[in-house]
């Protein structure tokens, strides 16, 4: 919810402007109201409101001299500027002090519907802006970019910090309630990286007071799914990788698991035995004994508390002895080096990425089963390829669109290589960033807008991939444009 502050010396006024607008409806909350422009500064000080609507002239200060100051604070804060006087010097001076708008009382109740709709607008585009720039200086290397978005002590004490990634459903939003933040000495900022995730940095001089933070988490019904915690750390260069660490632990639901908190604990160290199992398969020669492998891989994860890491290591181990021992059979067969991210897009769960593995093997094994004709195949291809550049805004995982058009999975990718040069995935990602890049040059649609209609749901991983295709964030390349 966006706060509103409303500031007049006349109590009908505030009444007036109170009632004028339907504020719940667009996301506003009345935190204040004033008849003494000194007693209003106090509070916007404390509060730090989005948006105060404010007379002009008052005896003590006058809206212009509220503005002034909040600007000489670099207070974030939005004015609008309700007045009995229609002197234009007035609305004048308001709007070169940064006002949205300028009204004269009584408020047009007419004009009310169609002013808040903008002012939502105007919010939720600036919300979008401001998320933007924080993500990028999040995963920035440079500490003074991070300082500059940080709202730091300034003590001189060591600060800590530690990232949760959180998956929740319903529309309470207020972590910092969820969190029971709101008696500790722990600064919570809020960052969207998802339309239902988002990433909440934790900031303390306190670190027992980050540690002990999630026994009452665990305890207590918050409303969220899965809540990914970080290391903690005292360096703020390390924001980066507490990030990943905390969306690594998140990533715990591709294992069909959630409602849980997941600490980041690696244990890498338990998937050493399957790599041997793979090793000791291909180096016998009997990629056979690969059911039964992968039958007891999904219980294996699971008896051992496993999560994203281990996916991860596991997978690119895979890869890597399967392409020196198969070299020839997996060439066109996507069988890539992948990250956390990068394995989430591809794979609906974990469950498909062994049943993958199954098939690459069994195409091996048996070569690929084409019950279809050569002509029957390219046909059901070319209509799967007219598909995704139809539905490239949904999610789209090969084996799912496989089934549907009646051709094998690893067939599927030896047919993306052969008629169009490129993987599945290389394919489905210069479609949906060709897109991006178009929507950033020719609307002004939020990021999150566009991440969303490109198909990436998690904004976060959306600013990774286009800046892999592009050189630089989607913010950047919009500037450039």
Known sequence: MY???IIDDESWAIKGIRNAFDWDNYGFEIIGQFTSAYKAWDAILAEKP??????????????????????????????VVVSGYAEFKYAQEALRYGALNYFLKPLDVDMADSFIEELAMHFSKRSAARNQLLLDALTSPNEEEIKRYLPLPGSGEVCYYQVLSIDFAGGNKDFGKLLSLEEKPVTAVVVESGTSKRLIVLITEHKACLEELWDELV???TGMNTVGV?????????MSKLIKEADLSASQVFLNEIGKVVHYEPKVHLVKPCIEEINRIVRE????????????????FKEQQLGMSEVVYLWNQAVGILINAYAEELKDMEMEFLNYSEIKERFEHFESLCSFL???????????NRPLQE???????????????GHYEQKLYLKDLSAQFYINQVYCC????????KTFSEYVSELRIKKARELLRKTDLSIEEIAIQTGYVEYYYFNKVFKKHCGITPSKFRKSS
């Open 230 to 238: 970080s290391s903690i750390s005292s360096q703020l260069t390390h």
């Open 375 to 389: 002509g029957d195949i390219v046909s059901c291809f070319n209509r799967m390829v007219a598909y995704i550049d």
């Open 358 to 368: 199954h098939d690459v093997l069994a195409s091996i094994t048996q070569g690929n």
């Open 219 to 221: 305890a207590n019904n």
């Open 3 to 5: 706060k509103v502050m």
């Open 414 to 421: 030896q047919l993306f290589k052969k008629n169009l040069g």
């Open 285 to 300: 020669d009997q990629p056979g004994d690969m059911d039964a492998y992968l039958n007891g891989l999904q219980a294996y």
């Open 50 to 79: 989005d948006l105060v609507f404010t007379d002009i002239r008052m005896p003590d200060l006058s809206g212009l001299d509220l503005m002034k100051r909040a600007k000489s604070h670099n207070l974030d804060t939005e004015f």
